[in-house]
């Protein structure tokens, strides 16, 4: 997996996808391929948070059995990348905080916020949200069910990717139904998670 002390070319525009991934899904790998591929970025980083502000712990599978999916399940794309960088900042994880970090370790490169549209909504309850919208472009999702609000921020730029209606809480609850989640999850993810035990 990216060590998030590797080096990339400044210069380029590079996607944080941030999420709890818990566990990741095609949704997750379709969505971050699609942005990678579709858009003016050059990478995607999958930012696995140990723990967010604003979801509950229960459920949560290891953060560091998150990040070994995650690591899997990308295997062999180059446009993509996952960061362990939030597992050694302070808990819970707050977005300005792991840029501002992103920042020191790669100087010179463009950071881009990876967003749902059901998220836009929150933005200001963000810790340093005014930061953020003034100082990194924010490429919103659509997500289904959601509308996203009019005007919006200078700052976001909509991004027509593919509307994926897949939910990990839906994928954790098959699981441990005994259920198949086959094509819900990269083949390699659903091996990994039977044999670890995970979810049940």
């Known amino acids: 997996m990216s060590s998030p002390t590797s080096v990339t070319p400044s210069?380029?525009?590079?996607?944080?996808?941030?999420?709890?991934f818990n566990p990741i899904h095609t949704g997750h790998l379709i969505l971050a391929n699609f942005l990678a591929t579709h858009t003016d970025l050059a990478e995607v980083w999958l930012i696995v948070s140990p723990q967010?502000?604003?979801?509950?712990?229960?459920d949560l599978l290891d953060a560091q059995a998150r990040l070994t999916l995650v690591a899997s399940a990308i295997a062999g794309n180059e446009r993509l990348r996952v960061l362990d960088i939030e597992f050694r900042l302070p808990k819970p994880s707050y977005t300005i905080d792991t840029l501002d970090q992103l920042r020191q370790l790669h100087p010179g490169q463009e950071f881009v916020l990876?967003?749902?549209?059901?998220?836009v909504a929150g933005l200001p309850r963000w810790k340093d949200a005014d930061r953020l919208l003034a100082e990194v472009e924010i490429y919103v999702y659509p997500r289904p069910g959601h509308t996203l609000s009019n005007p919006l921020p200078p700052a976001v730029r909509v991004v027509e990717a593919p509307l994926?209606?897949?939910?990990?809480?839906?994928?954790?609850?098959?699981?441990?139904?005994?259920?198949?989640v086959r094509y819900l999850l990269p083949e390699v993810v659903e091996q990994q998670i039977r044999v670890g035990g995970y979810y049940v």
């Open 11 to 20: 210069g380029r525009k590079v996607g944080l996808l941030f999420g709890s």
């Open 52 to 58: 967010s502000p604003f979801k509950a712990q229960a």
């Open 114 to 119: 990876l967003m749902g549209g059901d998220n």
């Open 164 to 180: 994926l209606d897949i939910s990990a809480t839906f994928i954790r609850r098959c699981l441990r139904d005994g259920l198949s």
